[in-house]
């Protein structure tokens, strides 16, 4: 009984994030200008914040020559160590 309870519980607990509409916007500065990018849907804030900087990375690398797809992966990988100034909000709808 209990552990139907428990499993119950952590379904309801799992599926509170993606029932409703959330957003993340964010903004990469560095010394080439400020990129934004917003990521929408129903899922996960730990998701949408990835997409939404995948996507802010892939605007400042749309200049880039060669490979976009490794300039986005540096960027990130940057950004997440602090070598790039980035900036996300997230907040539901």
């Known amino acids: 009984m209990t552990r139907r309870y428990l499993c119950s519980a952590l379904l309801l607990a ?3 994030g993606c029932g409703r ?3 993340c916007k964010s903004e990469l500065i560095d010394d080439s200008g400020k990129f934004e990018a917003v990521a929408k849907g129903r ?3 730990a998701e949408l914040r990835r997409e939404a900087l ?3 990375c ?3 690398c749309a200049r880039a020559e060669g490979s976009a797809e490794a300039c986005v992966s540096r960027c990130v990988v940057d950004a997440d160590a602090g070598k790039i100034g980035v900036r996300i909000t997230c907040g539901g709808r």
């Open 54 to 56: 995948r996507a802010a």
């Open 58 to 60: 892939g605007r400042r």
């Open 21 to 23: 509409e959330n957003q």
């Open 14 to 16: 799992a599926s509170a």
């Open 43 to 45: 899922k996960p804030e």
